[in-house]
């Protein structure tokens, strides 16, 4: 089955770490994303790719990075730069120039 | 830039009851509109979406939803709400040409018997 695979679904980490979270999809989808959620906030853009070897920032990039070595693959690296990491993490992808995005179970990263 | 209202943050209906759940939009031109579902922990799911033409569009689960322009709106509507639609609702906004898409902050949904 077709679909957008994210690992791990939970994590924890100590302060001053920096963590990995992985995104893969077998779509064949050109655009990728990331978002965070937090508890009354909705989805906030962190970072989007539209080819492989490009992507841009979003609303929320600071202390987040990225790359897209590969059309399947998005891997988002959370920086002990990130003041506030401790969210619920989202993937997803779309067909270029539709908008429909089509979304990964989700990453609960957890700040000890 | 695009924004999104969701005025209601949690919504109690019975099950049985109609449905509507409200979603108010910012933006000069005509948007590319969307609706998508989030169950507890899950990712969210594509409920329906309207890009042009037919202003009501149909989606999955019976859910429907309108386009109004005059009103800026696109409000997600269901006749009668069964206890598995408890979740929480998100509208977004998409811009032609543009990938990114602007999501309101959600109303969570609760049924009760």
């Known amino acids: 089955d077709g679909g957008i695979t994210q690992s791990p679904k939970y994590l924890f980490r100590k302060e001053g770490q920096n963590v990995t979270l992985s995104c893969e999809q077998n779509?064949?989808?050109?655009?990728m994303y990331w978002y965070r959620q937090d508890p009354g906030q909705g989805l906030r853009l962190i970072y989007y790719s539209q080819i492989v070897n490009d992507f841009q920032k979003g609303d929320i990039a600071e202390g987040y990075s990225v790359s897209r070595e590969k059309k399947e693959s998005f891997p988002l690296t959370v920086t002990s730069a990130q003041k506030n990491p401790t969210a619920f993490y989202l993937c997803?992808?779309?067909?270029?120039?539709?908008?429909?995005?089509?979304f990964g179970e989700g990453s609960r990263l957890t700040v000890l | 830039a695009q924004s999104v209202t969701q005025p209601d943050i949690h919504i109690t209906v019975s099950e049985g009851a109609s449905l509507e759940l409200r979603c108010n939009y910012s933006?000069?031109?005509?948007?590319?509109l969307f609706w998508y579902v989030q169950s507890p922990g899950q990712g969210l799911q594509l409920l329906l979406k309207y890009f042009s033409g037919d202003t009501l569009v149909q989606g999955i689960k019976g859910f429907e939803a309108e386009f109004k322009r005059s009103q800026s709106s696109f409000n997600l509507r269901k006749p009668s709400v069964h206890w598995s639609d408890a979740a929480e609702y998100f509208c977004a906004v998409g811009v032609r040409g543009n990938e990114k898409l602007t999501f309101g902050t959600g109303t969570r949904l609760t049924i009760i018997p």
């Open positions: 997803a992808s779309s067909i270029a120039g539709t908008g429909e995005l089509f």
């Open positions: 779509l064949n989808h050109d655009a």
């Open positions: 933006y000069g031109a005509t948007p590319y």
